[in-house]
């Protein structure tokens, strides 16, 4: 038996021990193990390769990545590279639906993750959302012994719904050995009933003392046992982020977490999701916890009641810390209706003066000079609050975001006339504004609306349907949209409206994202695809139940594969969407460098040209996070530059700049432009790759022929227009 073999061997005795009902010997393992290595060998890959990682070189599976993905897709595990560092992260997300697949294809799979697992040290990120085929016993038991042995895992995050214990002990158990934890998310955690799983999970959280983001929700069901896993938090060294749910914690819980917060901790974020009703954790116990919690920068509460008295603590407190840039109020209700709360807002009513319901977050914006982010539910206030706040905000000149969330239907009109009066406008955000056809009739012109959602019901009556088309047909109501979902309800879209939306999208120049959620015929079909090639702003674009015939999807893939978009959703949620469309799009797609990212239902037909598209969405994601580091002189690797080549142009370049080298919108641009106008240089090109050191020198020339180093700057740009990072095959002697 060659050596290699013998280590199949020896992996399929150890793959019988671990699951004895999956084999029914060493050698059905070893044979499972043999299809595996010729499906691989097939493909010139070899999967028995060790991991380069333990030797501080780049894993021998980051070359044949789609090779390892062909086989994993049966159980919906993608592996994803992580550029920077050269890791592995794995995902198991969610999906609207899942094609059967052989059993055979899953059981290979299977044995190929509990692989990667054991055998890479490279993987360093794990995000489960979906146990899928991992919900047989078998099978999972398989995975945690995988998680066991993947002893350098940095992230690990739990959102899948397990709701049988002794499942959620087995996982949290093959967490024990892990030592190098950094981010551990735990959600869901509801029915389970077992006191048990906060002891295992004390013990993960005392061993892995690098741990610096924690969240647990869902804490439900667990009646004990919360107490011993706060003071192993208390004692977690590098802890920075905490995100837990209160809403079941006893008094004796709810003590110790408050003497945690009042610690000498070095906590930076902190959120706390309540439900309105807890007995023992109050907005004013917190507030007093956090008094010298010193290092806090973020603070967010979730559903908590907020009583005028609780406001007036939190805002003394985050004023004497000075320290909090990031406050959260989200879900908290505001309550007015104690006897001392009414006796003062009576008093402080009279005309010109602030009452006392918003006097706390007035005071906050005037002496809270460190804070940058505010999130208020500034809705439950009554106008004259509203406009107390706003003008509070207009003196304010460090509060640069207010997040407020707007009404389940319809615009803020007040809020925003108020906002326009008192000069805030431009620093008053929401989440998406919902209008039917009547709310989208109302809204005013140059609104402040970033993200919009217009559901437009078929038979509506003609006056709300003509003032639809008044409002796309003039882009002053619309002109600060960046994103646009439109859904026709009950019927196809008509002609008439086709035209004005056609309009709207073909002329806009702030729309970024825009989701198309219609039946539509074929004009009303040609109208809008039309106008969607003819924008060169749109980076982000959605379709449901629409272009699921061959004409209209070929048409769409063109469109995609030729236009500035990254994104591509593409009927998510339709059982049948059009095969043209895949089988179009994987055949050009190749010289495509911007696609990061398209999502689609995923059919059994065509896995050839999903996978196909797939590929280049991570072959374009990893280049875009390499040319990222080149751009921020995080490296200067010929790959890198090379990579920056292919997508200097992708509209998430300087978004990605912006993220690393933590700099605003407009240097991050500066830096791209520096950093593609540097590489036409001719030191800088020759020293990248390879041919120099530093510059080039020439000797010189007996015959006056002109030497390179002293080509005229336009003449060597001329040349480079025609030269490219892959011309120079290999290094040569640098001299």
Same mark, same amino acid.
């Given at each position: ?236 060294? &590098? $802890?920075?982020? +905490?995100? /837990? !749910?209160?809403?079941? #914690?006893? @008094? ?5 977490? =408050?003497?945690? *917060? ?107 000079? &460190? $804070?940058?982010? +505010?999130? /208020? !539910?500034?809705?439950? #206030?009554? @106008? ?5 706040? =706003?003008?509070? *905000? ?108 056609? $309009? ?232």
């Amino acid at each position: 038996m060659a050596p290699q073999d013998w280590g199949l061997w020896m992996h399929a005795k150890y793959l019988g021990k671990v699951c004895p009902y999956k084999f029914s010997s060493t050698q059905d393992a070893y044979e499972r193990l043999q299809q595996i290595k010729h499906i691989f060998a097939n493909k010139g890959a070899d999967f028995m390769v060790p991991c380069g990682k333990e030797n501080n070189r780049d894993c021998h599976l980051l070359k044949h990545l789609s090779v390892w993905n062909d086989l994993l897709v049966a159980v919906n595990v993608r592996i994803k590279e992580a550029v920077a560092t050269k890791e592995l992260e794995l995902y198991f997300p969610k999906t609207f639906y899942v094609e059967m697949q052989p059993r055979k294809r899953i059981e290979r799979a299977v044995i190929l993750l509990h692989l990667i697992l054991i055998k890479h040290t490279c993987v360093a990120k794990i995000e489960l959302e979906k146990l899928g085929e991992f919900s047989e016993p078998d099978w999972f038991a398989l995975f945690c012994d995988g998680i066991n042995d993947c002893r350098r895992l940095k992230t690990l995050r739990v959102s899948a719904d397990i709701k049988d214990a002794p499942i959620y002990r087995q996982l949290l158990k093959s967490c024990n050995s892990l030592r190098r934890l950094e981010e551990l998310s735990l959600e869901n955690i509801c029915d389970v009933g077992d006191a048990r799983i906060m002891t295992i999970l004390t013990t993960v959280i005392a061993r892995n003392t690098k741990l610096m983001r924690f969240k647990v929700d869902g804490f439900d069901a667990v009646t004990q046992g919360k107490s011993i896993l706060l003071l192993a938090l208390q004692r977690s060294p &590098c $802890l920075y982020q +905490l995100s /837990l !749910d209160v809403t079941t #914690f006893s @008094a004796e819980e709810a003590n110790t977490l =408050l003497r945690i *917060l009042n610690g000498k901790n070095g906590l930076k974020s902190l959120r706390l999701k309540g439900n309105g009703l807890n007995r023992y954790i109050t907005v004013q116990s917190l507030a007093s916890a956090l008094s010298n919690a010193t290092t806090l920068v973020e603070l967010k509460l979730d559903g908590f009641f907020m009583h005028t008295y609780d406001a007036w603590i939190l805002a003394m407190t985050l004023i004497r810390a000075q320290t909090v840039q990031n406050l959260v109020l989200d879900g908290c209700m505001p309550v007015f209706s104690s006897p001392v709360e009414l006796t003062g807002v009576e008093a402080n009513d009279s005309p010109g003066r602030i009452s006392g319901r918003i006097e706390p977050y007035v005071h906050i914006l005037k002496e809270l000079t &460190c $804070l940058r982010r +505010l999130a /208020l !539910d500034l809705f439950r #206030f009554p @106008a004259q609050d509203q406009r107390a706040f =706003l003008e509070a *905000l207009s003196g304010n000149d460090f509060l640069e975001h207010v997040f407020v969330a707007p009404p389940n239907r319809g615009y803020p009109n007040e809020l925003s006339r108020i906002a326009i009066e008192t000069g805030t406008a431009t620093r008053i955000y929401s989440s998406p504004i919902v209008t039917h056809e009547t709310n989208f009739a109302s809204l005013p012109m140059g609104s402040n609306i970033e993200e919009l959602i217009v559901e437009a019901r078929a038979h509506v009556q003609r006056k709300e349907d003509l003032s639809v088309t008044a409002h796309f047909t003039d882009l002053r109501a619309l002109d600060r949209v960046t994103d646009l979902y439109f859904c026709k309800i009950g019927g196809r879209i008509d002609v008439s409206t086709a035209k004005v939306l056609a $309009l709207y999208l073909q002329n806009t120049k702030s729309l970024r994202t825009v989701t198309l959620n219609v039946c539509a015929g074929r004009e009303p079909s040609i109208l809008l695809l039309d106008a969607l090639s003819r924008n060169t702003g749109i980076t982000s674009l959605g379709v449901e139940r629409w272009c699921c015939n061959r004409w209209s999807a070929v048409a769409l893939a063109d469109i995609v594969r030729s236009s500035m978009i990254h994104t591509v959703t593409y009927n998510e949620k339709c059982l049948f969407p059009s095969r043209a469309f895949f089988s179009r799009l994987a055949g050009s797609i190749e010289s495509n460098f911007t696609i990061v990212s398209v999502n689609t239902l995923e059919r059994k037909e065509y896995a050839k040209n999903w996978e196909v598209i797939k590929s280049v969405a991570a072959r374009n994601a990893a280049l875009l996070e390499r040319a990222a580091q080149f751009v921020t002189e995080l490296s200067f690797d010929k790959s890198d530059a090379k990579a920056l080549e292919l997508v200097a142009s992708s509209p998430l370049l300087p978004l990605r700049v912006q993220e690393l080298a933590a700099v605003g919108e407009c240097e991050a641009a500066a830096k791209v432009r520096r950093a593609i106008w540097n590489l036409r240089d001719l030191d800088v090109f020759m020293s990248i790759t390879g041919v120099v050191k530093e510059s080039v020198v020439c000797e010189e020339s007996s015959d006056g022929r002109a030497r390179l180093d002293a080509l005229p700057a336009d003449c060597w740009l001329a040349i480079r227009r025609y030269l490219s990072f892959t011309d120079v095959v290999g290094n040569a002697s640098n001299g």
